[in-house]
């Protein structure tokens, strides 16, 4: 089991950036996967998560509105839009397989486990200037 984010870079406030997150060793209609972020100095986020078979997105609260997430299970691959960007989405980005496939909570926001995280991804930085 693998997955390999990548994608990052350095964009101006009011940007955007795709970013990738390719997998292999397993199937994306048997897993959901999640984007998480974490800038220094602060705690890791939930960004994004998207179900196995029905690919139903789940988000922060911080990025809903602004952040897309997709994929394309031919190409065992999945996606990030990040449109709008700001300097507070500054962090390094990574995906991991959600075992648990993107639990939510009362207001549909993305609420991971950590114990359901079971594979990770190397990190992408991403760095929003002002």
């Known amino acids: 089991v693998q997955l390999q984010a990548f994608g990052g870079g350095l964009v101006q406030a009011g940007g955007s950036l795709r970013l990738s997150c390719s997998v292999s060793?397993?199937?994306?209609?048997?897993?959901?996967i999640g984007w998480f972020r974490q800038a220094p100095g602060k705690e890791r986020e939930a960004v994004s998560c998207i179900t196995s078979n029905e690919g139903n997105a789940y988000y922060g609260e911080s990025v809903k509105g602004r952040f897309t997430i997709s994929k394309d299970n031919a190409k065992n691959t999945v996606y990030l839009q990040m449109n709008s960007l700001k300097p507070g989405d500054t962090a390094v980005y990574y995906c991991?397989?959600?075992?648990?496939?993107?639990?939510?909570?009362?207001?549909?926001?993305?609420?991971?486990?950590?114990?359901?995280?079971?594979?990770w991804g190397q990190g992408t930085l991403v760095t929003v200037s002002s």
């Open positions: 060793g397993f199937t994306l209609e048997d897993h959901g």
């Open positions: 991991a397989r959600d075992i648990w496939n993107c639990p939510y909570d009362y207001s549909g926001n993305y609420y991971y486990t950590s114990a359901a995280l079971d594979a």
